[in-house]
């Protein structure tokens, strides 16, 4: 083939490089006041010069806390960390609803009632369980094909149906003065605590809105965990920070029964073959919910993927390797 030949030869679609370094793990921030959930990861991944970061649970910019933040192929497990366990402080105002149920709202209704602590506790139990909420109208709920908070600051009412959440703990930690109260929560995935202040500032026979929101957990991750973020953002002439901050991946499971399997097993597992749990009789843990219950699949003392039990089989969900023991594609079994 000449040279002419060869240019005319018609080629097959560039592949785009990432830029950025490529990272794994969990990087639990502080995240500061003020700030989106989305400006601190790419803050983050700036600082560390990542090719692909994504968090793990929103915060509204009014709060601060445990906000984790996912590198490489940690991001496939963002799913698992936001439906773990989560645990709140926060300060309700007694007195002032506003539009946003925070302290960043227009105030739209104010009352001059002030419950005592006793009338709090007592109203607490209603709040704990399984419950139905309503989530805020500035909220990320889509009616229409619309985000409800675009369609609030455009003034549009918005209605949104009760959604059932659970709530396993509702505390009232200490009452600083008449006008606020502070609460200790915690819950599962999609708990708005805006919503959670202001039914029950109204079941109390008044209005109130959050004045102050901390997280303090998110699954496995914990306050103690989180670095605050100006410490990680630096200027642009600064080196990246070190790779030595990040948690493993397999940190985000660490509330998920592990299993032990054979190179074979998991071999089997990672083609999308199910296995019979009769082979597996006496490894299954027996934390582990047989009726749909998540295990941790681990080979040879590693983490290869994850794995749920039914129907007496215990089936791929996520695999996290190939079978050469490279990071596999997201979804990929």
Known sequence: MNDREQHQRPRGPRRRQRRGRPLDGWLIVDKPPGIGSTEVVNIVRRAFRAQKAGHGGTLDPLATG??????????KTVPYVVDGTKVYRFTLRFGEARDTDDADGRVIETSPVRPSDEAIRAALPAFTGDILQVPPAFSAVKVGGERAYDLAREGQAVALAPRPARVDRFELLERPDPDTAVFLVECGKGVYMRALARDLARA???????????????????????????????????????????????????????????????????????ISLVELMGRVPREADPAGGLVRAMAGGRLVGLCRLEDGLLRPERWLTGGDGSTAAPGTA
């Open 66 to 75: 445990v906000l984790p933040v996912a590198f490489g192929a940690a991001t």
């Open 204 to 274: 109390l026979g008044t209005v109130g809105h959050i004045a102050a929101l901390r997280r303090l957990r998110v699954g496995p991750f914990r306050e103690e965990h989180a670095i605050p973020l100006d410490r990680i953002a630096g200027s642009g002439d600064t080196p990246p920070p070190s790779p030595d901050l990040l948690l493993p991946v397999e940190t985000a499971l660490a509330d998920i029964p592990a299993l032990a399997l054979t190179e074979a097993e998991a071999a089997r597992l990672s083609h999308g073959q199910a």
